[in-house]
């Protein structure tokens, strides 16, 4: 997948780099918050984010759940960044199709 994918899927889903608190910038420009800003989004939005590396198969695996603890969603990166940025954007997905 690659990092610049996962920010590509964030900024689909309307996420705005205004405020740019939290953030790194990739080699062309482009803002992408950093774990602990997704952490603190994650929270905002009532669920906590665990990021685990999986060493069987050399990745990140992003997890969340709801405040009751039930499993929300997971995704997979190469990296850490990755993972987070991936998993932000997927939120902000099912975030939006309940609220439609």
Known sequence: MGLDFAIDELYATGWSDLDSTGCDHTPDGRVFPRVERVRQEFER????LTI???QLFDCHRAEWSDASGAAAG?????SESEAAVYALAQLRRQL???GA
Not at 45 to 48: I, K
Request: hydrophobic share 65%.
């Open 45 to 48: 939005a009532g669920f906590s």
């Open 52 to 54: 685990r590396f999986v």
């Open 74 to 78: 997971a995704v997979v990166g190469q």
């Open 96 to 98: 939006a199709a309940v």
